[in-house]
C-alpha cells in the first residue's frame, strides 16, 4: 500500500495505526521540499497561524447552498493533494499520508436579522477566529469553508486553508472546478471534467531534475557569507506585540504612482521583465538599510516546470522558496547592474527545485542557519477567465490573508497599476517604518528609470519635490 517510502516497518506501523488502520490510508510518500519547511515551521509555532490562509468573497444571487457545498466535496474527491496529511517529524523523511476520505467541515450561519453594523463586525471577528483555529496537519482536509447567508440572495463565503496544500496558482483553478461542478449540479447534468493530475506524480517529478549541477550551483552561489545583516536587525525597529503573541501580523497595500505602461517601456528598454525593475527596486532598498555590497533574500519560484505534464492545471503546492543574491557594486550601471540581476534570477529558476534546508546544510557547521527574513514575490500565474461568476451568480468583493513566518514579505501584482500587499511582523517593524520601505520602493523604481548610464553608488532617496517631478516626468506619454 505505501509507495516511495524510507522508513522502517516499525514506523509503517505506527503510521497506519496513527490514521486508523489500513483501510483508511490510500497511500503513503514524501513531502516536497516546500511542504518539509510548513511542517517543521507549523510544529514550532505557538500562534497556531503560519501559512493559514483565509479567502472571502460576496455571492450574489439564489444561491443553492446545498449544491455549492457538494461541489467543495467533489473537489476533494477528485485531488489528492486534499486528502493528504503532513506528518512523520520524528522521522528521517517526514511524509504525507493520502487519505480514502477527507469530510469537509461546511458550516453554514444565517444573520439575515443582523443589522449591518453588527454584521460588519462579526465578519471580521469570524474571520480572524477562523485564522487562530488553524490545523491539525494530521487532519484532512486542511481547509474549510463558513457560508454567512446575509440577505434571501447574498451569502459571504470565508475559505480558510493550509498553504501545506495549495499555492496562489492553483486557487483559481480549484474555484473555477467549484463553479463548473455547482452549475453542472444546478443543472441536473453530468460533470465534464478531465481525470486530474496526481500530486504523487509530481513527487517522483522531482526526483529526475539535476540534483548534482544544483548543489554545485547553491554550493557556490553560499561559499562565502554574505556581508549583509538581516532586514530586522539592521531596522533596530522592534515595535509593537512581542513574539509570540498570537496573531502578530499586519498588511499594508501601496500602489505605485506610476505609469504601467510607461514601466513596461522601460522593461523593455533594459531588456528585462516589470519583475526584474522591481526586485532591483527592492534590492536597492535593502542595500541601504542593511549595508555592505550586496543583498540577500528570499524569492518563490512556481516549482511548475514545462517538462511536468499538466503543469499549468494542477493544484497543490509546488512553489518554492530560494535564497536571491544580487551585489550591488557601486561602480556599477544601472543597466549591466538589471542585467546581472536578470541572469541570477534565470540562474536561480533552473535550480528552483532544490529544498532550502539542503542550501542551509551546505553552508556547513557553525553557518548561521538563518539566510534571509524577507521574501519578495511578483504574482505571474495565470488569471482564470470568468473567475468572478459561479453561473448566474456574481462573485465580489474579494478579501485575502496569508500569514508567512518571515519578518516581512512583498508580493508585487502588475495590473492596471503596480502595487505591492506587504505582510510584515508588526513585533518587528512599525507601521511608520513599514511606510517608509515601501516609499523607498517608489523612489528605486523612479531612480531606476532615470537612466542606465547612472551608476549603483550615485543612489539616493528621492525627496518630495523630486518624486513629483521625476513622477510627471515618467508618466509623460510620448
Not at 29 to 42: C, D, K
Not at 206 to 226: F, I
Not at 252 to 272: G, N, S, Y
Not at 372 to 391: A, C, H, M, T, W
Request: charged share 25%; proline share 5%.
Amino acid at each position: 500500500m505505501p509507495s516511495d517510502h524510507t522508513f522502517t516497518q516499525h514506523d509503517l506501523d505506527k503510521l497506519v495505526r496513527r490514521f486508523g488502520g489500513p483501510s483508511n490510508i490510500q497511500d503513503i510518500y514524501p513531502l516536497t521540499p516546500m511542504q518539509r519547511g510548513l511542517l517543521f515551521h507549523s510544529a514550532y509555532d505557538e500562534s497556531n497561524t503560519l501559512y493559514v490562509t483565509t479567502i472571502c468573497w460576496n455571492v450574489s444571487g439564489p444561491l443553492n447552498a446545498d449544491h455549492y457545498q457538494a461541489a467543495w466535496t467533489r473537489v476533494i474527491e477528485r485531488h489528492d493533494v486534499l486528502r493528504t496529511a503532513l506528518t512523520g517529524l520524528e522521522l528521517a523523511s517526514p511524509v504525507q499520508v493520502l487519505m480514502r476520505s477527507a469530510p469537509l467541515s461546511f458550516e453554514r450561519l444565517d444573520w439575515r436579522d443582523m443589522d449591518e453594523g453588527a454584521r460588519r463586525i462579526r465578519l471580521a471577528r469570524l474571520e480572524a477566529d477562523e485564522r487562530r483555529r488553524g490545523f491539525d496537519l494530521e487532519k484532512p482536509p486542511l481547509m474549510r469553508l463558513t457560508l454567512v447567508r446575509l440577505g434571501d440572495e447574498e451569502h459571504r463565503i470565508v475559505w480558510t486553508s493550509h498553504h501545506a496544500i495549495l499555492d496562489g496558482w492553483s486557487m483559481p483553478i480549484l474555484m473555477q472546478e467549484v463553479a463548473d461542478i455547482y452549475v453542472a449540479l444546478c443543472r441536473g447534468e453530468p460533470v465534464a471534467l478531465s481525470e486530474p493530475p496526481s500530486y504523487k506524480d509530481y513527487i517522483a517529478w522531482l526526483r529526475t531534475y539535476d540534483k548534482a549541477g544544483a548543489e554545485a550551483y547553491w554550493r557556490a552561489v553560499m561559499d562565502d557569507p554574505p556581508d549583509s545583516r538581516l532586514l530586522a536587525d539592521a531596522t533596530e525597529d522592534g515595535a509593537g506585540a512581542g513574539p509570540g503573541s498570537g496573531d502578530r501580523h499586519t498588511e499594508r497595500r501601496h500602489t505605485f504612482a506610476i505609469d504601467v505602461e510607461t514601466l513596461k517601456r522601460v522593461a523593455r528598454e533594459h531588456r528585462v521583465t516589470v519583475n526584474v525593475l522591481a526586485m532591483a527596486a527592492w534590492s536597492l532598498v535593502l542595500r541601504r538599510l542593511t549595508g555592505g555590497t550586496e543583498v540577500l533574500f528570499g524569492v518563490t519560484a512556481s516549482g511548475r516546470s514545462p517538462t511536468l505534464e499538466s503543469f499549468e492545471r494542477r493544484i497543490g503546492l509546488f512553489v518554492n522558496t530560494l535564497p536571491f543574491r544580487l551585489p550591488t557594486p557601486p561602480d556599477m550601471t544601472v543597466s549591466e547592474w538589471l542585467a546581472l540581476a536578470n541572469s541570477i534570477q534565470k540562474d536561480v529558476i533552473e535550480h528552483q527545485y532544490t529544498p532550502l534546508t539542503d542550501i542551509l546544510s551546505w553552508r556547513g557547521e557553525g553557518a548561521d542557519k538563518t539566510l534571509f527574513d524577507s521574501i519578495y514575490v511578483f504574482e505571474n500565474y495565470p488569471v482564470q477567465k470568468d473567475i468572478d461568476r459561479l453561473g448566474d451568480l456574481v462573485l465580489r468583493d474579494f478579501e485575502g490573508v496569508d500569514l508567512p513566518h518571515y519578518a516581512i514579505n512583498l508580493l508585487f501584482i502588475c495590473d492596471d497599476s503596480l502595487w505591492v500587499r506587504c505582510v510584515y511582523d508588526s513585533s518587528r517593524f512599525s507601521e511608520a517604518s513599514v511606510v517608509e520601505i515601501l516609499n523607498g520602493i517608489e523612489d528605486a523604481l523612479l531612480w531606476i528609470a532615470c537612466g542606465g548610464s547612472v551608476v549603483l553608488g550615485d543612489y539616493d532617496v528621492l525627496g518630495d519635490g523630486e518624486r513629483g517631478v521625476v513622477l510627471d516626468e515618467w508618466n509623460r506619454t510620448e
